[in-house]
């Protein structure tokens, strides 16, 4: 079992539902998908502007899912719920950005740090013609992609191959999916209230990794903890850790 297992259920119960409905589209990352990268000045103003995504105004949820059953995953695959950006031209839509990996050995141990490394990971990305404009603890994303790029063909399987290559090179990852959810605020939200589970089960990690606070009947998070077992084991040992260290 892995920390986000129910979660990454519930997300594929999500994804099995869109595709019901006929909204979804899949790729296959391939290098031939390669776009510009350009770190230094890669700004794009609100007159150069083709598609806004995640507006403050309008929905937005971005999250990172991991499992311990890689073989679950389809390595490579782009899922785009709803339209993708050449459809979207002109226009300012709610937006959902989920990155899912799947690796063999996170344990009690180890998955503090690699959330901390995966997360940073998930915003390195400099695609020309590609801004994030603002992200923030509360797993909102807000970007815009420019008229020179979309007119140049620049797509979701663009932004969702640099994503999986830069997740790929990490060597306890395995496999690697991306999804972009475009469809409507009612499909951007019904993510949302997937991520914020995750959010939750996140700020426990943090709180106890970061704090190194262990008085379950004070924590905010006591009911989380309660019924996930990863967490309880992340628990012990960190307690163990801090208890050998003042031995």
Known sequence: MGLFDKQYLDFSTFLSDKQRRGIVSEFINISGWNWPV??????????????ELGNPKDASTSFLI????????KNGRV???????????????????????????FDADNSYDRYRELELLRYNIHLKGYMMRGVSQQQREWSRVSIEAVNRGFSFKHLGGALIDEFSQISYIRAVETVFITAGREEVLEAKAIGDDVFRLIGAMNKMAQ?????????????????????????????????????
Not at 79 to 92: C, I, R
Request: glycine residues 6%.
């Open 66 to 73: 991991w499992v311990n059953t890689p073989e679950k995953l």
């Open 38 to 51: 350009e770190k230094n000045r890669n700004l794009v103003l609100g007159q150069d502007t083709a598609v």
């Open 211 to 247: 704090e190194m606070s262990f008085d379950c009947d004070t924590c905010d998070y006591n009911d989380v903890c309660g019924d996930v077992a990863e967490l309880r084991s992340m628990r012990k040992s960190l307690k163990d850790r801090e208890t050998a260290t003042h031995e």
């Open 79 to 105: 899922t785009v719920v709803g339209p993708d950006l050449f459809q979207l031209k002109g226009k300012q839509v709610p937006f959902g950005k989920v990155v899912i990996v799947g690796a063999t050995d």
